[in-house]
């Protein structure tokens, strides 16, 4: 997936052409620096490690597809951009000091003896640590520093779980002595609001708060405004939100409760709410009136293909050859190409049946249900019963049963009847009614309030230090 731009063709300088080998030289290095980046991110790959792989390989690779979606769907979600206490830059190349991180099916023995490391200290070391790192908690991507001395024996030794959870065993004599590192973490609820300056994200800088929670703003009204053409000096923002320290220095943004914008260039004021409803299926952010924010529906369910066959009910079947209604939307795309779930729902079917081929059909809240036919297979999981999430990869595009080439059949079904799938309006499938929006008004008015208090209000919510070696 790498792309390198063409070299554009050189000038004509005088009788001479320019030399080609400096831009050669240029290829190589920019060929390297997107090497270089591409493996730093290496990062984002860790992260995939934290869903449990399957023993078998996937011959369809689905597994990788399933995790690069649940990825994606991650990031968007939220932007784990909390600062890490043990930097992985390891730029001091200190010769005691070796920081690193747990690979893929490694054990953290493995890691620490893969350094040269004596293995009677490693084994003291991780004895020492057992009663304060809970090693069923440890995972690839967790860091490490090992401080040795010029004989490479450990002479401490640091494990990092999560920037919360941080523990030290040092040497102490003949033995080695472990402790949870003290995290004091503190969460209050701030409320910022003002005036778009020359950008809002520059706006929040200037509030003394992070990028981050320009971004969490800006996804929120996602589907509502373009902030990079409709937002402009003058508009109106407030947002409430949970911030999080550790050791006072700041971690990460937690959930945000409300958030305004008055955009003038769209006349008109946006709002959201979190709505913390016990029933998870109407947990999450509303307008003012109750309408759902987030898209309840993919607008397709797979991405760069085109419609071969729009829902008909008069038409022609090209195999059959006689009229039969088509009661779905075909997508044209190569065998292969991911198919996502529509929506979050449950797998009520994926199996063979007849004509459909390889048939998926999933069940997804408020009496509807969506059915992908043709399909070359399953992604890993995904069989009756499994839950899945919006935009998960559920499948491959594929031409089984009766179809004349690659395509995705796609139906969508509300309350047992089949709808043009292009029909529905996936900006604000759902609204609260009766109890729920009733619910929803009592929590909206209380952090209409909160929104119209003071600016830089801070509440603490939660003060707690990590618990010391021996109290817990
Ligand atoms: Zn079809």
């Known amino acids: 997936m790498l792309h390198i731009k063409q070299v554009p063709d050189l000038p004509v300088m005088g009788r001479h052409r320019r030399p080609v080998w400096p831009w050669l030289l240029g290829g190589i290095a920019l060929i390297l620096a997107v090497i270089g980046i591409y493996t730093f991110s290496g990062d984002d790959s860790d992260k995939l490690m934290l869903i449990p792989e399957p023993i078998d390989n996937d011959s369809l690779g689905m597994q990788e597809w399933a995790e690069m979606s649940e990825l994606t769907r991650q990031s968007l979600e939220s932007d784990d951009t909390g600062d890490e206490l043990i930097p992985q830059d390891d730029s001091e190349k200190d010769p005691f000091l070796i920081r690193s991180k747990i690979h893929r099916n490694q054990t953290l023995f493995v890691a620490l003896k893969n350094h ?9 070391v991780i004895a020492s640590m057992e009663n304060v790192v809970d090693f069923k908690k440890t995972k690839p991507g967790d860091k490490y520093e ?3 001395d010029v ?15 941080i523990s030290i065993s040092e040497r102490q004599g003949n033995t080695y002595v472990a402790q949870k590192l003290d995290v004091h973490k503190r969460v209050e609820r701030i409320l910022v609001k003002g005036e778009v300056s020359s950008s809002l994200y520059q706006t929040f800088i200037d509030y003394g708060e992070k990028g981050e929670l320009a971004s969490n703003f800006m996804r929120l009204f996602k589907y509502d405004i373009d902030f990079s053409s409709d937002s402009q000096r003058g508009d109106e923002f407030s947002i409430l939100v949970d911030k999080v320290t550790l050791n006072g220095e700041f971690y990460r943004y937690d959930r945000v409760w409300a958030a305004t914008y008055d955009s003038f ?4 004021r946006l709002e959201a709410y979190y709505f913390d409803s016990p029933d998870p299926d109407f947990a999450g952010y509303y307008d003012g009136e109750g309408r759902a924010l987030k898209r309840s529906f993919l607008k397709t369910p797979l991405v760069g293909c085109r419609v071969t066959s ?8 090209p195999i059959l050859k006689r009229v039969r209604p088509h009661y779905g939307i075909d997508y044209g795309c190569p065998t292969g190409t991911p198919v996502m779930a529509f929506a979050d729902g449950v797998v009520t079917f994926a199996d063979w049946k007849g004509g459909n081929g390889n048939l998926l059909v999933i069940e997804h809240a408020h009496g509807y249900v969506s059915l992908y036919a043709h399909l070359y297979g399953f992604a890993v999981g995904i069989k009756k019963g499994a839950h899945v999430k919006q ?7 594929g031409n089984t049963g009766i179809s004349t080439g690659p395509h995705l059949h796609f139906a969508v079904k ?12 996936t900006a604000h499938a759902f609204t609260l009614n009766g109890s729920k929006l009733q619910a929803f008004n009592a929590s909206r008015n209380a952090l209409r ?18 618990p010391k070696v021996g109290e817990e």
């Open 310 to 317: 729009p829902f008909n009910l008069k038409r022609m079947h």
């Open 449 to 466: 309030a909160a929104l119209n208090g003071q600016s830089r209000r801070h509440e603490v919510l939660v003060e707690a230090s990590s």
């Open 414 to 425: 509300h309350n047992g009847k089949y709808i043009d799938p292009a029909s529905i309006d």
């Open 151 to 165: 004989d490479k024996r450990i002479l401490k030794f640091i494990y990092e779980i999560s920037p919360e959870d």
């Open 146 to 148: 090992v401080h040795i």
């Open 116 to 124: 040269g490391l004596d293995p009677g200290d490693i084994q003291q």
């Open 265 to 268: 260039a769209r006349g008109k």
């Open 391 to 397: 935009g998960q990869v559920v499948a491959k595009l």
